[in-house]
């Protein structure tokens, strides 16, 4: 049996991946909370494991070698993860491309983007009309573009469902507050409706669930999410 991965975690999309795939692979492991809220991200035994101070990152006691390994980078951990497991991530070839390629497209584009619509439409204190129209037409155009894959193959990277979908669709959960209605994108509603069909899906989200909460921030939690707390040099 897998010795247990400890994983530092929080409910945001970048965690939900990760925890959609190790169900998904129904590997052991253990969801450490990482408040960000409370600035438990900038705690130096978090930082050791994730310089960037972000979450998620991983300890894998029985890494390459039989080693403990750490990482962060969400893309990353579902890189490692798949190989380690032998599942959702061809060993080579030309899928092997096709799946790591949209998992840069979620990384490069989806996850920014969508999380600058998300900022500038509901957390930031002021409402910015240009930034505002300025990443909302760019969620517009990123979900045209998933709109247009979907409509040549079932799942991002092909025929088959692989740690791409994985990565993209937590991204996708908040949709209106994106300013996107599904409707005008049928097959990525098609895909996102198959995708949250998944039991694995349903039990990877409800992982620190209960730390989600629909109240506004605090002027603190701003403070550490947003303001000088992040910018600070450590």
Same mark, same amino acid.
């Given at each position: 049996?897998?010795?247990?991965i400890?994983?530092?975690?929080?409910?945001t999309? %970048?965690?939900?991946?990760?925890?959609?795939?190790l169900?998904?692979?129904?590997?052991p492991? *253990? !969801?450490?909370?990482?408040?960000?809220?409370?600035?438990?991200?900038? &705690?130096? /035994?978090f930082?050791?494991?994730?310089? %960037? %101070?972000?979450?998620? #990152?991983?300890?894998?006691?029985?890494?390459?070698?039989?080693?403990?390994?750490?990482?962060? /980078?969400?893309? &990353?951990?579902?890189?490692?993860?798949?190989?380690? !497991?032998?599942?959702f991530?061809? !060993?080579?070839?030309?899928?092997?491309? #096709?799946?790591?390629?949209?998992? $840069?497209?979620? $990384?490069?584009?989806?996850g920014?983007m969508?999380?600058q619509?998300?900022?500038f439409?509901?957390? @930031?204190?002021?409402?910015?009309?240009?930034?505002?129209?300025? +990443?909302?037409? &760019?969620?517009?155009?990123? +979900?045209?573009? $998933?709109d247009?894959?979907?409509a040549?193959?079932?799942?991002?990277?092909?025929?088959? +469902?692989?740690?791409?979908?994985?990565?993209?669709?937590?991204?996708?959960?908040?949709?209106?507050?994106?300013?996107?209605?599904? #409707?005008?994108?049928?097959?990525?509603?098609r895909?996102?409706?198959?995708?949250?069909? *998944?039991? @694995?899906?349903q039990?990877?989200?409800?992982?620190?669930?209960?730390?989600?909460?629909?109240?506004?921030?605090?002027? /603190?939690? *701003? *403070?550490?999410?947003?303001?000088e /707390?992040?910018?600070?040099?450590?």
């Amino acid at each position: 049996m897998s010795a247990t991965i400890d994983v530092y975690s929080w409910p945001t999309p %970048n965690g939900h991946k990760v925890h959609i795939l190790l169900e998904e692979l129904a590997l052991p492991y *253990r !969801a450490i909370g990482v408040d960000i809220g409370a600035g438990a991200q900038f &705690e130096p /035994e978090f930082l050791k494991i994730s310089p %960037n %101070n972000k979450v998620p #990152a991983i300890v894998d006691p029985d890494g390459p070698g039989g080693k403990p390994l750490a990482l962060f /980078e969400s893309g &990353e951990i579902l890189i490692y993860l798949a190989e380690k !497991a032998g599942r959702f991530l061809p !060993a080579s070839g030309s899928d092997r491309y #096709a799946v790591l390629q949209w998992l $840069m497209f979620q $990384m490069g584009s989806v996850g920014p983007m969508l999380g600058q619509a998300h900022h500038f439409r509901v957390y @930031a204190p002021d409402k910015i009309t240009y930034a505002i129209d300025r +990443y909302t037409k &760019e969620a517009q155009r990123l +979900y045209g573009v $998933m709109d247009h894959r979907l409509a040549e193959a079932p799942y991002f990277a092909g025929a088959e +469902y692989t740690i791409a979908d994985m990565s993209i669709w937590p991204w996708l959960r908040y949709h209106e507050r994106q300013g996107i209605d599904l #409707a005008d994108y049928p097959h990525v509603k098609r895909w996102y409706q198959e995708i949250e069909s *998944r039991l @694995a899906v349903q039990r990877g989200i409800a992982v620190l669930a209960q730390h989600t909460s629909s109240r506004p921030f605090t002027d /603190e939690q *701003r *403070r550490i999410l947003f303001g000088e /707390e992040q910018y600070k040099r450590r």
